[in-house]
């Protein structure tokens, strides 16, 4: 999906004009509710819609609803089948900057930053009324040109909601994290303290950005060593795609044979 459809230029151009969402189904029983009225059948690894602004399907696809496939023939015909529709619905101007795009959690954050092989930030302070303050910060740099769709974003009351990160020093303010190759943890790039957010942060997240390197990976290799390593993720509700489903059993047996 990423490479034959998202992540062509003319596809992202024609996203600019949309609201690009992504659901987690396997962590949260409302988004699960969500995506299933969005595909034929249970919710399994991939979903994908076209919506109006009330949430309503804007096309009907040929297929499942798993992929641009069921509606595009290719990212030509994908990014002029946006462009078209973006027509019928002009966009309305807002004061102030949009809010920032946060995972559904740090753990969250950590394994979808890894896929989609960028950097997490995580805005961190333990109180609710001040992690807003920071999130409106950060939202000023993420929205801008230069980072924008470049970095992934969550929060956290604290540093045990953050998986496998050690050597942190700071209890609040902004951590700039490398994930690891599973987004089972991550290390720590750069740490901002929350009074220095407005000066610091976006030379933090450009030095970030500069030593990040984009690691190839595949199935087969994440499998070897995740096995290797002992590597299961436990979703927030269980996964109700049957394949998919009986690939994790498999799997892990195998890593409970490993164990013996």
Known sequence: MDRSFLSQPEVIAAAK???????TSYE????KKFVSKLVNGEPANTAFAVLTPDAERALRGRGPGRGPRDLYTDAADMAKGMDELAEKYPAKKVEGTPGLPVTLNAKVGLAVA????QPLVVVLADSAKRREELETKVAELAWAKEFSGRLTYATAAAAKDIPKVDKLTIKEGVL???PDIFGAGAKVVKEVPGDDVGKQLADAMRE?????VRTEKNRRTLATLGLKEGIFYETGIPVSGKGEAADREQYKKQLELKKK
């Not at 004009?17 to 659901?23: G, P, T």
């Not at 970030?208 to 990040?212: R, V």
């Open 176 to 178: 700039l994290l490398e």
């Open 208 to 212: 970030t950005l500069k030593a990040h």
């Open 28 to 31: 949260d029983e409302t988004e």
């Open 17 to 23: 004009k949309f609201v690009c969402i992504r659901l």
């Open 114 to 117: 890894a896929g989609d092989l």
